[in-house]
């Protein structure tokens, strides 16, 4: 299921594609001119987006440029009519991916699209993969298995544009090191990176930390002082922890998104700053909303594209690379230990409730003590024991019912549950995702935000997901 931008003046193209493109399968968003689509750019990720060449006011052509300059990747399909033959040439050598006369064929209309969108997300897959065999990875991101594999293609498909993007995952997985992943992709990269951890910020101070203050404006503030938003013009503001914000800083950051403009606090004039947002957070931010904890129209400017970091417990297979990740990074060549079989093996098992934090601490703990290798008797004892001790689950993470030491077990019983049978049987894994997903639309009535929080998923994996095992 694709996202499709689709701009025409003339209402009866506009009506006509997003017949066709509906019955596709595709989300559409219509626009009638070029200036209300480009200003929804920081709204929206499309797959593709279809736009007409001759438009009054902004033309096709400029919405084109400013396209490659702020979704360089993102396929564009230019509409024609005979007369406009030569701006479609023009288009091309800017970098349309296709063009197609008017009137337009809804069969040929499928088809191209179809073919944009699928060319898409293999040249995204490819750039990763070229990316990872030269090296150039994400830095102080480890991970093969399948769920990081899906955050991977969601950070590069992500990064060359200016949406926001709201992070999610327990504490202790890694949602800075995807935030930074997401700036250093980006055509900001070579800007600052401003990261602010909210939960650390008291809340009187809130706002004078992000927006700044001028002298005098309180008692205390004995000069002006710059905020984190000015500070990131350019560049990438990392708003960490964005639950703890209170709901007046909330309403501010609302309008400095909606408006790239601010006053420090005590000021008497706007100052506008250019930023990119990235947003994370452990909190379950559609329980806050519904509660009144969180404002739900800042939460629609944040979650324009979400990406969920899965907790170690949903990537065991991992944990050998993360191990030793850490122990190459906290020790020396020359004095490099291994790891004893029995230490992997009470690694693997123990369900790391702090996720890769607390992993890491381990490693380290360990080498203090390791003689030539990490044995068993070197790990923390709450490793040895499996004792994990009471944790905040946080979005996505499994019930408070399921015994967090024995994920094996509670695997079998998913298994047991989707079939009717008994942990002996053996059932395709795509057949218990497809029960998984179809239980989880059942439950949140047709949500699939909801519902993707409640798998452990992005709303794109799951639209994917969807549309595979046909559960429109």
Not at 19 to 36: I, K, N, Q, S
Not at 290 to 300: C, H, I, K, Q, S
Not at 383 to 391: F, K, L, M, Y
Not at 442 to 449: A, F, I, W
Request: net charge negative.
């Amino acid at each position: 299921m694709s996202l499709v931008l689709a701009l025409d003046d003339d209402a009866d193209v506009r009506v006509l594609v997003q017949a066709v493109l509906e019955r596709e399968g595709h989300v559409v968003v219509t626009y009638e001119d070029g200036e209300t689509l480009v200003s929804d750019l920081p709204n929206r990720l499309p797959d593709v987006v279809v736009l007409d060449v001759m438009l009054p006011g902004m033309d096709g052509l400029e919405v084109l440029a400013e396209l490659r300059r702020r979704i360089p990747g993102v396929p564009v399909l230019m509409l024609t009519a005979a007369t406009s033959v030569d701006r479609v040439v023009e288009a091309m050598r800017l970098g349309a991916y296709d063009y197609l006369g008017k009137p337009i064929d809804p069969t040929e209309l499928a088809t191209s699209i179809r073919n944009a969108t699928e060319r898409h997300a293999l040249t995204t897959r490819l750039a990763r993969l070229q990316r990872e065999a030269e090296g150039r990875g994400f830095p102080g991101i480890v991970g093969q298995a399948r769920p990081m594999s899906e955050v991977f293609e969601q950070i590069d498909r992500v990064a060359p544009s200016d949406v926001s993007v709201l992070v999610l995952g327990e504490s202790g997985t890694g949602k800075e090191l995807v935030s930074r992943a997401v700036h250093d992709l980006s055509a900001r990269s070579d800007e600052p990176f401003v990261a602010v951890n909210c939960a650390a910020i008291p809340t009187q101070l809130q706002e004078s930390e992000l927006f700044g203050h001028e002298k005098g404006a309180f008692t205390g503030a004995s000069g002006r002082r710059i905020g984190r938003f000015e500070e990131a013009d350019g560049g990438t503001l990392f708003l960490d922890e964005i639950g703890d914000l209170s709901l007046e800083a909330q309403a501010k950051v609302l309008r400095a998104i909606q408006e790239r403009r601010f006053r420090r606090l005590g000021g008497d004039r706007d100052i506008s700053s250019d930023f990119r947002l990235v947003c994370a957070t452990h909190r379950d931010l559609d329980t806050m909303v519904r509660t009144g904890e969180f404002r739900e129209d800042l939460f629609f400017r944040l979650a324009v594209f979400e990406i969920h970091v899965p907790p170690v417990r949903r990537r065991r297979e991992d944990v050998p690379l993360l191990v030793q990740h850490f122990v190459e990074r906290h020790s020396s060549p020359d004095d490099r230990p291994g790891v004893s079989s029995s230490a992997m093996a009470a690694m693997l098992a123990y369900p790391w409730p702090g996720n890769v934090r607390e992993l890491q601490n381990a490693v380290q703990r360990a080498l203090v003590t390791a003689r030539g290798e990490i044995r068993f008797e070197d790990l923390p004892e709450r490793v040895r024991h499996g004792d994990s001790g009471p944790t905040d689950p946080g979005p996505g993470a499994p019930a408070a019912s399921e015994p967090e030491g024995d994920d094996g077990a509670a695997d079998l019983r998913g298994l047991d549950d989707a079939r009717g049978g008994t942990a002996d049987d053996i059932v395709p894994l795509e057949e218990v995702e497809r029960k998984a997903i179809a239980r989880a639309l059942d439950l949140t009535r047709g949500n699939v935000s909801e519902a993707a929080r409640r798998l452990g998923v992005g709303r794109t994996t799951l639209y994917r997901k969807i549309e595979e095992y046909g559960l429109r």
